[in-house]
């Protein structure tokens, strides 16, 4: 079972807006909207992000954005913040036998 | 308060198995399956599979197939996965956490546990 594809890193600067691709195939991503986005601080547990492509859980600051586009999952984080470094991961639902992917991960810096 | 508290650290030998445990608290936990998340030391997540609410049924991915058993224990609110003929490669934190429910399942993980490192080594 493949992972999801993303950069291995972005960066900003304080205030910027960045954007982290998710790139997987028919089969995840571009089969239906259960894909989601998570963010890892070193050492934390994942923290749910965004999930059904684009809608933010209770208490998720609304700088945070999901979108896709065929078989491309985006995540933006707006106004960019020094909390906000961290790792992101997506994550989808699959038509597979393996029901669940993440992706490989991507690093944030600030 | 809402929340999944996980069993602690475990170091075990090749060969050997590892039961880890998952309480929930909180909220009611016949209301919710719980899934399982690995994840290697610097590496990514990784799906290993979920329980129904009730415990009743299981799906586990192939790679894990025979070696992880998922178990539940509603008096006690508490989920089990015990991996079995553990190598090295089963080194790595393992976490539990709950599907988002809205008004259907979102097949998203809306709370965790903190994780268990699970080392395996001779």
């Known amino acids: 079972q493949s992972a999801l594809t993303q950069p291995a890193s972005v960066s900003g600067s304080p205030g910027q807006s960045i954007t982290i691709s998710c790139t997987g195939t028919?089969?995840?991503?571009?089969?239906?909207?259960?894909v989601s986005w998570y963010q890892q601080h070193p050492g934390k547990a994942p923290k749910l992000m965004i999930y059904?492509?684009?809608n933010r859980p209770s208490g998720v600051s609304n700088r945070f954005s999901g979108s896709k586009s065929g078989n491309t999952a985006s995540l933006t984080i707006s106004g960019l913040q020094a909390e906000d470094e961290a790792d992101y991961y997506c994550?989808?639902?699959?038509?597979?036998?393996?029901?669940?992917?993440f992706g490989t991960g991507t690093t944030v810096t600030v | 308060q809402v929340q999944l508290v996980q069993s602690g650290a475990e170091l075990t030998k090749p060969g050997a198995s590892v039961k880890v445990s998952c309480k929930a608290s909180?909220?009611?936990?016949?209301?919710?399956?719980i899934h399982w998340v690995r994840q290697a030391p610097g590496q990514g997540l990784e799906w290993i599979g979920r329980?129904?609410?009730?415990?009743?049924?299981?799906k586990i991915i192939s790679k894990f197939q025979g070696r992880v058993t998922m178990t539940g224990d509603t008096s006690i609110s508490t989920t089990y996965m015990e991996l079995s003929s553990l190598t090295s490669d089963d080194t790595a934190l393992y976490y539990c956490?709950?599907?988002?429910?809205?008004?259907?399942?979102?097949?998203?993980?809306?709370?965790w546990g903190q994780g268990t490192l699970v080392t395996v080594s001779s």
């Open positions: 956490a709950r599907e988002l429910y809205t008004t259907k399942w979102c097949k998203s993980f809306d709370l």
């Open positions: 909180g909220y009611t936990f016949t209301d919710y399956s």
């Open positions: 329980i129904s609410p009730n415990g009743g049924d299981t």
């Open positions: 028919s089969s995840d991503v571009g089969g239906h909207n259960y």
């Open positions: 059904e492509v684009s």
């Open positions: 994550h989808s639902f699959t038509s597979r036998t393996t029901p669940y992917v």
